[in-house]
């Protein structure tokens, strides 16, 4: 396709974007999904007005009933009447490259009504969570007006620490089964949530893992030895809240501790006070200034993004550096070189 | 086992789970933007589910992608559900392979250049 057929084509779909139409948003999505010719001018587009919706990120281990939960809170909220957007990401295949989206399984209670609209996305290769364009059709989403964007991670493991990037109010859900508080600690779960879920609520070991994070928590925020008495010397209480000052990631300022809920996404139970949490965490965010925080930091992810993305689309289009590769490989195998020499010329070339 | 099969030959499959409406189908197929819709209909409604499809796509402005699909279906529906513009029907037994080949030729015919 020549470059004037394409921009009419983008043309056409911007107007269907612009006048609300579901089939203009699907199709803008897949141009940036599949990265097509001039995505990045579509997003710049776009994106000229901002931010304006209100971003929830799920995210949890494989079989913590994220699909359900947030079918769950999408139904609630649409009783009151929120437009929403739905994104949720399962795992591309290593060996075949394809991958089997199965989300809407969840959502077939949900997935006619007009009000809602959800797109599923293969991670195609991007670790950490979501898939390599998942921040960009958030974007898009908002562009396209819904009041609010849930997203969902492909929960395969234990890296899937990128939601941040994309989302407001992180949810983190767990269930019994998934380990205890100290496993959460060691996938760096604790600073990422703004939430806690413990969902499956009902099975055993629930009130046990409630307990658990709650004091994770607890000892996280310096409270939990903040009335012990001074000890050989060193006040426990204020090394904590010193090492806090420095180590503490900054989307965890004070004034909102995490709280941990209870859920049962498949009889609704505890999905209201969800929503109701999601809500305080949004009035917090957006008294506190944190909701700007966080979209600066957000904002520099991106244009980060976008700076690497091309970086290497230049580098490597370019014919010098593609002879200087071949030539790298022969030094390297005649014995001559490493990748290390073979890099700097390139780089030299490029930063010239 | 279908749609595994076509993960397996690189293709990102949304499942949308069995007993769907016909407008839970297209609802799909439009938001996902998907290039192939498949249904398999085993209840015997074939003559009612895939022109429903079809129509419903159709006026979603999504008459771009193919409709196929495979049940228990005899020759005659098949060719009266072709000549609607219904993609082919897959019977019984046969091998994904080639229900796998006969998208990536429509594919590859309907998307060249």
Known sequence: ?352 | MIASAFRDAGFEVVYTGLHQTPEMIVNAAVQEDVDVVAMSVLSGAHMTLFPRVKMLLDEADADHMLLTGGGIIPEDDVTELERQGVGRLFGPGTSTADAIAYVNEWFATTHAG
């Open chain 1, 1 to 352: 396709m020549n470059a004037t057929a394409r921009s009419d084509e983008h043309q056409a779909l911007l107007k269907h974007f612009f006048d609300g139409k579901v089939l203009g948003l699907a199709r803008a999505i897949t141009v940036v999904e599949n990265e097509r010719a001039g995505f990045q001018e579509l997003l710049h587009t776009v994106m000229a007005s901002g931010p304006q919706t209100k971003r929830v990120g799920f995210t949890g281990p494989p079989g913590a009933g994220k699909s359900s939960l947030v079918a769950a809170v999408a139904t609630e909220y649409r009783k009151l009447d929120e437009h929403l957007g739905v994104v949720a990401v399962d795992p591309t295949s290593p060996y075949s490259g394809g991958a089997l989206l199965g989300d809407r399984i969840r959502m077939n209670d949900i997935s006619t009504d007009p009000g809602i609209f959800i797109r599923s996305m293969a991670t195609r290769g991007s670790l950490g969570g979501l898939a390599a364009t998942t921040k960009e059709v958030v974007d898009l989403m908002d562009a396209f007006g819904f009041d609010r964007v849930l997203v969902e991670t492909v929960g395969v493991g234990q890296t899937e620490l990128e939601v941040t990037a994309a989302a407001d109010t992180v949810v983190v859900v767990l269930v019994p089964e998934s380990g205890d508080a100290i496993q959460a600690m060691k996938a760096g779960l604790m600073e990422i949530a703004d939430v806690f879920v413990v969902n499956k609520a009902d099975r055993p070991g629930a009130p046990r893992l409630v307990k658990e994070l709650r004091q994770a928590l607890h000892l996280r925020a310096g409270s939990a030895l903040q009335d012990i008495p001074a000890h050989h010397g060193v006040d426990l209480g204020q090394a904590m809240k010193k090492e806090r000052t420095t180590d503490a990631p900054a989307k965890e300022p004070e004034g909102w501790s995490v709280p941990v809920l209870t859920t049962n996404a498949l009889t609704n139970e505890g999905v209201e006070k969800l929503l109701d949490t999601i809500s305080e965490h949004r009035v917090w965010l957006e008294e506190s200034g944190e909701i700007e925080q966080r979209r600066r930091a957000r904002a520099a992810i991106r244009i980060r993004d976008v700076v690497d993305r091309e970086m290497r689309r230049v580098a490597w289009k370019s014919d010098d550096v593609q002879r200087l590769l071949r030539e790298g490989v022969e030094e390297i195998s005649a014995g001559d070189g490493t990748p290390y020499s073979a890099a700097d010329v390139i780089l030299g070339t490029l930063l010239r």
